[in-house]
């Protein structure tokens, strides 16, 4: 069984930087095209970066571009989305997504795509 764990979420003041880390384990390929979203309260989940399975192709959110980086980690099977100059309304749940079972140059930005999910790790921006 796939399991996607995130870490790397806390409470943090604006204009700070957070790394936020998803970890798979069990049996499957970290080449898999992966993506990072964010649920805030009363809001829908939304897609904020994207990374294609042979990591030449991201794509981002217009509210985090240039501000947060999509990465294949060091160790296998880790993915990071490095978070810097953090605003309030960044304040959210932020889940990792796997889509596995295909090996494509593009990424996807709807959360539909995607068939494994990790539980979310909190991410707090105070003004």
């Known amino acids: 069984q796939v399991q996607l764990v995130e870490s790397g979420g806390g409470v943090v003041q604006a204009g700070d930087s957070l790394r936020l880390s998803c970890a798979a384990s069990?049996?499957?390929?970290?080449?898999?095209?992966m993506g990072w979203f964010r649920q805030a309260p009363g809001k829908e989940r939304e897609f904020v970066a994207a990374?294609?399975?042979?990591?030449?192709?991201?794509g981002y959110a217009d509210s985090v571009k240039g501000r947060f980086t999509i990465s294949r980690g060091n160790a296998k099977n880790t993915m990071s989305l490095q978070m810097n100059s953090l605003k309030p309304e960044d304040t959210a749940v932020y889940y990792c997504?796997?889509?596995?079972?295909?090996?494509?140059?593009?990424?996807?930005?709807?959360?539909?795509?995607?068939?494994?999910w990790g539980q979310g790790t909190q991410v707090t921006v105070s003004s």
């Open positions: 997504a796997m889509k596995r079972g295909t090996y494509s140059s593009g990424y996807y930005r709807s959360a539909g795509a995607y068939d494994i």
């Open positions: 069990g049996r499957t390929d970290s080449s898999y095209p």
């Open positions: 990374i294609s399975s042979n990591d030449r192709s991201t």
